[in-house]
């Protein structure tokens, strides 16, 4: 039997929205209370939510095997200190520290632009 690991080679980015962490949270809330799952992903000082675009055409199919994956939006506030839960109101927005290769990799390159001053 043969496994391949084939990383992403590129993730195309169509959006992208910079919140404060409340404002980030208070979207977040709204999306579950709308039904929808969502974990923030946090990893070097920024807590972000992203949208992929799903593989469900063959041309997103076709990109996915050259390597590319394609997110719709990306949310995304700084927040120095990890913690596991934002709250709103009553609500709780689940964070995890995240041990994704790419999802840490992408939180560095928010880190970069944030400090840069701007997406």
Not at 20 to 48: H, K, M, S, Y
Request: aromatic share 8%; proline share 8%; charged share 25%.
């Amino acid at each position: 039997m043969k496994i391949t690991y084939m990383p992403a080679k590129e993730l195309i980015i169509l959006e992208m929205v910079e919140y404060t962490l409340q404002e980030l949270a208070e979207v977040c809330a709204l999306l579950i209370e709308a039904g929808r799952p969502v974990v923030l992903n946090w990893a070097d000082g920024v807590a972000f939510h992203h949208v992929p675009l799903p593989f469900n055409t063959k041309e997103l199919l076709r990109e996915r095997m050259r390597g590319r994956i394609y997110w719709a939006s990306l949310l995304y506030a700084e927040m120095p200190e990890y913690r596991s839960v934002l709250k709103v109101g009553a609500r709780e927005v689940p964070v995890l520290a995240t041990p994704n290769p790419l999802l840490r990799r992408v939180a560095r390159w928010i880190r970069e632009r944030m400090e840069e001053g701007g997406p």
